[in-house]
């Protein structure tokens, strides 16, 4: 049986990563971990979890509650160097330029 350590090891995001997945999205962290997994993989998948971040920073926010908002603030700016297909000014320089045709 896998554990949610062994799903974080395989799904190439952090814990607080997933948990903002979990999070936003009212699941349970190993259904996170999946998702997370999956959309890593996915062309447009690290912005998805870019904007999940950023809104849960929104939501922390409206409540009030300073804290959480400025940890999600600081693992979004890790993210973002982690994972530099989620910003669109990276993108650009990291596609593989196309082959001509003869």
């Given at each position: 049986?896998?554990?949610?350590?062994?799903?974080?090891?395989?799904?190439?995001?952090?814990?607080?990563?997933?948990?903002?997945?979990?999070?936003?999205?009212?699941?349970?962290?190993?259904?996170?971990?999946?998702?997370?997994?999956?959309?890593?993989?996915?062309?447009?998948?690290?912005?998805?979890?870019?904007?999940?971040?950023?809104?849960?920073v929104a939501a922390a926010a409206?409540?009030?509650?300073?804290?959480?908002?400025?940890?999600?603030?600081?693992?979004?700016?890790?993210?973002?160097?982690?994972?530099?297909?989620?910003?669109?000014?990276?993108?650009?320089?990291?596609?593989?330029?196309?082959?001509?045709?003869?």
């Open positions: 049986m896998l554990t949610l350590e062994d799903c974080l090891a395989l799904c190439g995001l952090s814990e607080d990563e997933v948990l903002a997945i979990a999070e936003h999205e009212h699941i349970p962290e190993i259904a996170a971990a999946e998702l997370g997994n999956y959309l890593v993989q996915t062309a447009d998948g690290e912005l998805r979890i870019k904007a999940m971040i950023r809104d849960d409206a409540r009030g509650d300073r804290d959480h908002a400025l940890a999600l603030k600081l693992m979004l700016r890790n993210f973002v160097r982690d994972h530099p297909r989620c910003e669109e000014r990276h993108r650009d320089a990291l596609r593989t330029p196309e082959r001509r045709r003869a």
